[in-house]
Nanobody, 125 residues
Framework: VQLQASGGGLVQPGGSLRLSCAAS????????LGWFRQAPGKEREFVAG????????YYSESVKGRFTISRDNGKNTVYLQMSSLKPEDTAVYYC???????????????????WGQGTQVTVSS
């Protein structure tokens, strides 16, 4: 599967932004999908994910209640709706996909083989 992320930009604290990630391939629904982010000088970290066939969603504690992940299997697209953005949310955001990841490893970036190119999100006044 190939992934193409979009939707990043500059937003003020407290604002909202929606990221999109379009995927190729006919077996999209069988993939676990995740959003990760990487700030300068930091390791890539898990943000939000949706399990295979959209069985459930899960979030990091730092974004829970502010971010919402969703998937449209008909459009082969996964979204990340981000609200109440904070300066510490500033990072390059990546989407990832895997049909082989096991549930216990769903938040581990090393468990994902397919990555989008990343989109910059900057939260600043």
């Amino acid at each position: 599967v190939q992934l193409q992320a979009s939707g990043g930009g500059l937003v003020q604290p407290g604002g909202s932004l929606r990221l999109s990630c379009a995927a190729s391939g006919r077996t999209f629904r069988s993939y676990a999908l995740g959003w990760f982010r990487q700030a300068p000088g930091k390791e890539r970290e898990f943000v939000a994910g949706t399990w295979k066939n959209g069985a459930n969603t899960y979030y990091s504690e730092s974004v829970k209640g502010r971010f919402t992940i969703s998937r449209d299997n008909g459009k082969n697209t996964v979204y990340l709706q981000m609200s109440s953005l904070k300066p510490e949310d500033t990072a390059v955001y990546y989407c990832a996909a895997s049909d082989r990841v096991i549930y216990s490893e769903r938040t581990n970036p090393q468990a994902y083989a397919a990555w989008g190119q990343g989109t910059q999100v900057t939260v600043s006044s």
